[in-house]
């Protein structure tokens, strides 16, 4: 998790917004807010969008975006 917040603190906007999107499921999740279901779907939804695949400008960044968001739900 410690990569999501290194990545919420970047200065492309889009790998910004997406980890701390992540973040706040994540904190959402944990206080009970959304089921385990929703909060995978929720998760998946931010790095499979063509939306990302447009945006995206760093490979790099993107697989650790990607690696990330995708630890968190494995998690559950």
Request: net charge negative.
């Amino acid at each position: 998790m410690s990569d999501l917040y290194q990545l919420a603190q970047s200065d492309k906007p889009w790998v910004a917004q997406r980890a701390q999107m992540a973040l706040e499921l994540q904190a959402q999740h944990a206080r009970g807010d959304i089921t385990n279901d929703e909060y995978k779907e929720l998760l998946e939804d931010l790095v499979r969008t063509d939306v990302l695949d447009s945006e995206a400008d760093d490979m790099h960044t993107k697989t650790m975006l990607v690696y990330a968001v995708y630890g968190l739900a494995q998690v559950v």
